[in-house]
């Protein structure tokens, strides 16, 4: 499955995959929206109205904190997700009042075999074939 | 299914704003009455959030690193996998404001986003 990336609202073309969100247990039937890949995000970041519109149940409270240290209170939200056809259940994300785009973290991006495929601009969600050939690739190397 | 009769002169105000959204004046007041009770449930996690950081340190000389449920200032469950309790959490308190969080070094996580954006072109 492919994406091609972002290039509106952005300098630089932004590497996208499209989520669709829903409650812990329900199909994630709210989607697909595009979503950034920022491999600089310790956490996913959901816009609040699209929280709200999924009614997903808050868990608890943090802070998320921006590169040049400062820091927001947040509160985080066990979602279910699904990118392309692969399903995360009940994934943590925090709730950002003010944003307006999805951000995919590292809480989710480690789980994931993506190929960011610059020069076409194009995110690529391996399949499981393709992912291990280049592990194997790499054990040979 | 429970009916409520609203007043006739709110059902008038409610009306065109109905006509506006192209839904009844049912649903329009069905999703307000949702919508008021996630953000209910919202502002109860804060409290919630509030007794817990304040018996942080009790609770990680019990729990270090392990996911508890907080509900009323108790821990009503643990466990080792965030999903897992959340599940029996809902189980057994339905749509009811529960804290679940891993009992970590600080009583308030702080997350990163290092990716700083350019708002102009590049040079």
Partial sequence: ???????????????????????????????????????????????????????????????LRGPWGDAHPVVFFLVELQI????????????????????????ILNKLPLFLDGPQQQTDLLDDATANRLRERRKQA | MTIVTLRPKLAEQLRPEAERRQTSIEEMVNDWLEDELWEQRNKKIHEEAERYQAMHAQLRAQYADKVIAMHAGEVVDSGDELLAVYLRVRERFG???????????????????????????LP
């Fill in chain 1, 1 to 63: 499955m492919t994406t091609r990336y972002l290039d509106l609202n952005y300098v630089l073309p932004m590497p996208a995959l499209t989520v669709s969100i829903g409650r812990v247990g329900e199909r994630p039937w709210l989607g697909p929206i595009e979503a950034v890949v920022d491999t600089g995000a310790d956490m996913t970041v959901l816009p609040l109205p699209l929280i709200r519109r999924v009614k997903a149940h808050p868990v608890g409270k943090g802070r």
């Fill in chain 2, 95 to 121: 749509d009811e404001p529960v804290l679940i969080t891993r009992v970590g070094v600080e009583a308030i996580e702080t997350y990163t986003i290092r990716s700083p954006r350019l708002e102009a072109p």
């Fill in chain 1, 84 to 107: 392309q056809d692969l399903r995360l259940p009940g994934t943590q994300v925090a709730g950002d009042e003010a944003g307006r785009e999805i951000i995919l973290g590292r809480n």
